[in-house]
């Protein structure tokens, strides 16, 4: 009997538990893209012949541990062509969330412990995963952008992860996103001015709700601008006129 599965460590552990359960010498074969457990009950295994699946070392280990590593090769060779022809972000991001747990339950299977090249292979992967992730963070961030201190930072971003993408077609979405929020940066005012007029807002907020009235026609005031000062306007404008100076502390409040 035969079946399949899709990843080493997968076919490994039920080869262990039908030798177990039945008795039988369990076989793993590679087959297509996985791999396949097959059994004969003509082949038992002696009851006082140790459990073949239960070494720690010998010729078995190593050729799981070079099935591992080959199987885990193939899984980085086909991620690495993701992310030279995948251009959509979130289905690039989606691929390599998928290849890199493919990856881990791989080299769980591992009994010796993974190459310095293969580490740093896993870890390129890692790194442009993070990289996808926050370009979509900013792509769904940057309609929020106040100012062209956060335009910047964002710009400056995007420039450290673009390494890992480079000659890949998502290189193209980085560089235009990262045009963009030029622009944005020179449109927009810097953060200092940004929190001046959050700031000032919030006072004229807290001044407009002890609002005093009208004296020619009782309605509430509001605050208003004009050249450079602040003062107290009808809130019925244009029908009424009438304008009022504002209190020393008031103007202490505003700081003008």
């Not at 030029?182 to 005012?189: R, Y």
């Amino acid at each position: 009997m035969e079946q399949r599965f899709s990843t080493f460590a997968e076919a490994r552990e039920h080869a262990r538990s039908v030798a177990k359960a039945e008795g039988v010498i369990a076989c793993i074969q590679r087959g297509g893209e996985g791999y396949v457990v097959s059994t004969a009950s003509s082949h038992k295994i002696p009851s006082t012949a140790p459990d073949p699946f239960l070494e720690t070392s010998g010729p078995a280990i190593e050729f799981e541990d070079e099935v591992v590593r080959e199987t885990v090769g193939e899984i980085i060779i086909s991620l690495r062509q993701d992310l030279l022809t995948v251009i959509d972000e979130k289905k690039l991001m989606s691929t390599l969330k998928l290849g890199l747990h493919k990856i881990d339950t791989e080299l769980k299977g591992l009994h010796s412990n993974i190459t310095d090249e293969l580490q740093e292979q896993v870890s390129e992967l890692r790194r442009a995963y993070k990289g996808i992730e926050t370009f979509i963070f900013i792509l769904e961030d940057v309609e929020n952008i106040r100012s062209a201190d956060e335009a910047s930072e964002y710009s400056s971003e995007l420039w450290n992860i673009l390494e890992y993408f480079s000659g890949a077609e998502i290189e193209k979405r980085f560089k235009k996103e990262i045009r963009e929020l030029a622009e944005k940066e020179k449109a927009l005012p810097v953060e200092k001015k940004v929190k001046q007029t959050a700031e000032i807002n919030h006072k004229i907020a807290i001044l407009n709700s002890s609002a005093p009235d009208c004296r020619k026609c009782g309605s509430s005031m509001v605050l208003r601008e004009g050249n450079g000062d602040y003062f107290w306007g009808c809130s019925t404008f244009p029908k009424c006129f009438s304008r009022k100076r504002l209190k020393k502390e008031e103007r202490e409040m505003l700081g003008v």
